[in-house]
């Protein structure tokens, strides 16, 4: 199956974990780094996610927790992974479903991120190791100055937004403007 990729802005935006173990603990990191409004909804919490600042209902997953939700996580056991993918599904709503690729609708790879670039890998909730290995290998060839880089990118593109550059012209100026980084 190919997978469209995307990423998305989740600031201010509502997002539900329904699970509290360390699994889930395990996502919360980026969610906040994205500046979601999280929700977590399991009867036990883990000591990690109770520290994360979390809104926390202590209690088990009700359909109704997805009111609002733009997007979910379900890190919980397969048969309430089942119960949310199916509300969410009901609702059009994407279900990252944590290791359980048949309740999933959205899937997290590995991702670099490094002086404003993200690169994420996926293998389509099939392998998810190989996509670390990939994630640890792609970070290792990036350039150390990589902000050299995207510093030299975006004062690029706001000259060429001003004088309007056609598209096909911008990559090779960008090319040609690297490699003059490098004496």
Same mark, same amino acid.
């Given at each position: 199956?190919?997978?469209?990729?995307?990423?998305?802005?989740?600031?201010?935006?509502?997002?539900?974990?329904?699970?509290?173990?360390?699994?889930?603990?395990?996502?919360?990191?980026? $969610?906040?780094?994205?500046?979601?409004?999280?929700?977590?909804?399991?009867? +036990?919490?883990?000591?990690?996610?109770?520290?994360?600042?979390?809104?926390?209902?202590?209690? %088990?997953?009700?359909?109704?927790?997805?009111?609002?939700?733009?997007?979910?996580?379900?890190?919980?056991?397969?048969?309430?992974?089942?119960?949310?993918?199916? +509300?969410?599904?009901?609702?059009?709503?994407?279900?990252?479903?944590?290791?359980?690729?048949?309740?999933?609708?959205?899937?997290?790879?590995?991702?670099?991120?490094? %002086?404003?670039?993200?690169?994420?890998?996926?293998?389509?909730?099939?392998?998810?190791?190989?996509?670390?290995?990939?994630?640890?290998?792609?970070?290792?060839?990036?350039?150390?100055?990589?902000?050299?880089?995207?510093?030299?990118?975006?004062?690029?593109?706001?000259?060429?937004?001003?004088?309007?550059?056609?598209?096909? +012209?911008?990559?090779?100026?960008?090319?040609?403007? $690297?490699? +003059?980084?490098?004496?």
């Amino acid at each position: 199956m190919d997978l469209f990729p995307v990423f998305l802005k989740l600031a201010g935006r509502s997002v539900v974990v329904v699970g509290a173990g360390p699994v889930a603990a395990s996502k919360l990191e980026a $969610l906040l780094k994205a500046d979601a409004d999280v929700t977590v909804v399991a009867p +036990e919490v883990h000591p990690a996610i109770r520290a994360a600042g979390v809104r926390i209902e202590t209690r %088990a997953f009700q359909p109704s927790d997805l009111d609002g939700a733009w997007l979910v996580v379900a890190a919980a056991t397969a048969e309430i992974n089942a119960d949310v993918a199916r +509300e969410a599904e009901r609702r059009h709503l994407f279900v990252n479903a944590v290791d359980d690729p048949a309740n999933a609708s959205a899937y997290l790879g590995g991702v670099v991120r490094r %002086a404003g670039v993200t690169i994420a890998i996926s293998t389509s909730g099939d392998a998810p190791a190989l996509a670390g290995v990939l994630r640890e290998g792609i970070d290792a060839v990036l350039p150390e100055d990589l902000e050299r880089w995207t510093a030299s990118a975006r004062a690029m593109r706001a000259r060429w937004k001003t004088e309007g550059v056609p598209m096909a +012209e911008r990559r090779p100026q960008l090319i040609e403007a $690297l490699k +003059e980084l490098y004496p």
